[in-house]
Each structure stands twice: as structure tokens, then as C-alpha cells.
Nanobody, 130 residues
Framework: QVRLVESGGGLAQPGGFLTPSCVGS????????MIWVRQVPGKGLEWISV????????YYSDSVKGRFTISRVNAENTVYLQMNSLKPEDTALYFC???????????????????????WGQGTRVTVAS
């Protein structure tokens, strides 16, 4: 059974940093692209970052580009989201997901499609406030 568990959120001051992580189990972690998305109450889901199974490609939404860095350690079944220069508008519930298909590398062509990902965890809350 696929399971993704996010952790590492919390409270940070504007300009601060956090590094949430997501541990996967129940699937061959090193075969699947991983994604981070976030949700603000009353707003839709926003994709944040994608990393291919072998870390060969990473993608970022314009809202976080230059401030967030996605990475993964396949030997630890873990994907990270290093969040720097945090802003109040980064306050959200952050989820990680996995691509449905192994070795999915079509993000550049098709962008974010909810239907391409599954296994969403319970989320980790990030609050940015002074």
C-alpha cells in the first residue's frame, strides 16, 4: 500500500526557512517522480515543485522559483522541500504526491495535471508570520 508521510512544517518568520520532508513506502520510490503541492483554505491546490525519479529534472512554480529547492535521497525514500526567504503568502498545508506512472517525465510537456499523481499524504502545515 502506497504511503507518503510529510513532516517538518511549522512556524517561521518572514525571511526564514523550513525544510519539510516526505517519506514514501509501499512502492519503488526511486522509480517515481515526486511532487509538492500546497493548499490554502478557500483557495485551490497549487503545485509547487516536481522532481524526476533520478533527480535529472526539477521544476518550480513561479511563486517559489529561486526560493525553494526540491531534492530527494532515493536510498532513504525521502523527498525534501527546502524553503528559504519565506513569505506570509507561503502559509499553507503542504502535501507530497507521487506520479502514477513510473519514470514519468512528461511534466515539461504537460505541466501539472492532478490526474498524473496519487498517494497524497496527510500534509504538513507551514505558517509564516512574525
Amino acid at each position: 500500500q502506497v504511503r507518503l508521510v510529510e513532516s517538518g512544517g511549522g512556524l517561521a518568520q518572514p525571511g526564514g526557512f523550513l525544510t519539510p520532508s516526505c517519506v514514501g513506502s509501499g512502492f519503488t520510490f526511486n522509480s517515481f517522480s515526486m511532487i509538492w503541492v500546497r493548499q490554502v483554505p478557500g483557495k485551490g491546490l497549487e503545485w509547487i515543485s516536481v522532481i524526476y525519479s533520478d533527480s535529472s529534472e526539477t521544476y518550480y512554480s513561479d511563486s517559489v522559483k529561486g526560493r525553494f529547492t526540491i531534492s530527494r535521497v532515493n536510498a532513504e525514500n525521502t523527498v525534501y522541500l527546502q524553503m528559504n526567504s519565506l513569505k506570509p503568502e507561503d502559509t499553507a498545508l503542504y502535501f507530497c504526491g507521487k506520479a502514477i506512472l513510473p519514470y514519468y517525465n512528461e511534466f515539461e510537456d504537460f505541466g501539472f495535471r492532478m490526474s498524473d499523481y496519487d498517494g497524497w499524504g496527510q500534509g504538513t502545515r507551514v505558517t509564516v508570520a512574525s
